[in-house]
Nanobody, 126 residues
Framework: QFQLVESGGDLVQPGGSLRLSCKAS????????IGWFRQAPGKEREGVSC????????WDADSVKGRFTVSRDNAKSSVYLQMNGLKPEDSAVYFC???????????????????WGPGTQVTVSS
C-alpha cells in the first residue's frame, strides 16, 4: 500500500520560499510518478506539479510555473517541491500522491491504488 507523508509547510511572508518534502514508505518510489496537489478552504483540490519516475519532463500548473520546482531523490524515497516567490493565493494544504504516468510524462490524476496523506499547511501572509 502506498504511504506518502508530507512535511515542510509553514507560515511565510509573501515573496518568501519553502521546500516541501514527500517521504514514501511501503513501496518503491522509483517506479512511480508523484504529483503535488493543494486544497485551500472552500475550494476543490487542484494539481500543482508532477514528476515522472525518471525525474525528467516535470509538469507545472500555469499558476506556479516559474516559481515552483519539483524534484526527486529516489535513493531517499523522497520528492520535493521548492516554492519560491510565494503569494497569499498559494496558501493551502499541500498533498503528494502517486499519479498516472504515460510515455515518460506525468498527469495529475491520482492512481486508484494511491492514498492521500494528511498534507502539510502552507500559509502565506504578512
Amino acid at each position: 500500500q502506498f504511504q506518502l507523508v508530507e512535511s515542510g509547510g509553514d507560515l511565510v511572508q509573501p515573496g518568501g520560499s519553502l521546500r516541501l518534502s514527500c517521504k514514501a514508505s511501503g513501496f518503491t518510489l522509483d517506479n512511480y510518478a508523484i504529483g503535488w496537489f493543494r486544497q485551500a478552504p472552500g475550494k476543490e483540490r487542484e494539481g500543482v506539479s508532477c514528476i515522472p519516475s525518471s525525474g525528467q519532463n516535470q509538469w507545472d500548473a500555469d499558476s506556479v510555473k516559474g516559481r515552483f520546482t519539483v524534484s526527486r531523490d529516489n535513493a531517499k524515497s523522497s520528492v520535493y517541491l521548492q516554492m519560491n516567490g510565494l503569494k497569499p493565493e498559494d496558501s493551502a494544504v499541500y498533498f503528494c500522491t502517486a499519479v498516472l504516468q504515460l510515455d515518460g510524462h506525468c498527469e495529475l490524476r491520482a492512481l486508484r491504488s494511491a492514498s492521500w496523506g494528511p498534507g502539510t499547511q502552507v500559509t502565506v501572509s504578512s
